[in-house]
């Protein structure tokens, strides 16, 4: 791949990142304002938090009062705004490739945050679903209120994948480091 070819499919990927930011906070909101989205027999569009919590109560969701469906979705989104920082600044990496800036220091930051961003969604998705079970069954008689909590293996593989975007970084930040040092010496 060409250094040219190689900038213009950051450019594209860049926004294209944007966009998944965008469309994963708007359908968030969407299967709870709308949950037939969600069911498994409607469109299954859940996402992470929302679908774990709404697969079993799609017809119970369609009813909740204007208060807990938007409760809902503010518990729901939390995890996914820092999963969208770590987005935006995937979104920076790109942008820094499409200027054929391989080696910089501002790149690494940027892998960094995208590490550290991966590993806060997963701490918050796993604080933020007994709330939102607990949140979205306070109406329910009692014996039929709920928490979840969930441990899956999607969360252990993200976590893996957080470690090694931050390990990355650091090597990426010595690379530029030595890219610096050697270009001094020219």
Not at 64 to 92: D, E, H, M, N, Y
Not at 111 to 122: E, F, H, T
Not at 142 to 154: D, H, N
């Amino acid at each position: 791949m060409t250094s040219v070819s190689l900038a213009q499919f950051s450019r594209r990927m860049a926004t294209i990142t944007l966009l998944l930011i965008i469309l994963m906070l708007v359908l968030n909101a969407a299967v709870w304002l709308f949950p037939t989205l969600a069911s498994k027999d409607g469109l299954g569009l859940g996402f992470a938090l929302s679908d774990r919590q709404l697969s079993d109560m799609t017809s119970a969701a369609a009813v909740f009062p204007w208060w807990q469906t938007l409760g809902a979705i503010v518990l729901s989104s939390i995890p996914l705004i820092a999963l969208a920082f770590g987005l935006k600044s995937l979104r920076r990496l790109f942008q820094c490739y499409a200027t054929g800036e391989y080696f910089s220091a501002e790149a690494a930051g940027h892998l960094g945050k995208v590490g550290r961003a991966v590993a806060l969604w997963v701490l918050l998705d796993f604080l933020c679903e007994p709330m939102l079970s607990l949140w979205i069954t306070q109406n329910a008689p009692v014996g039929e209120r709920m928490v979840t909590l969930s441990v899956t293996a999607s969360t252990f593989v993200a976590l893996f994948m957080a470690g090694c975007i931050s390990i990355i970084a650091r090597i990426l930040s010595q690379a530029s480091e030595v890219d610096s040092e050697n270009r001094t010496f020219i």
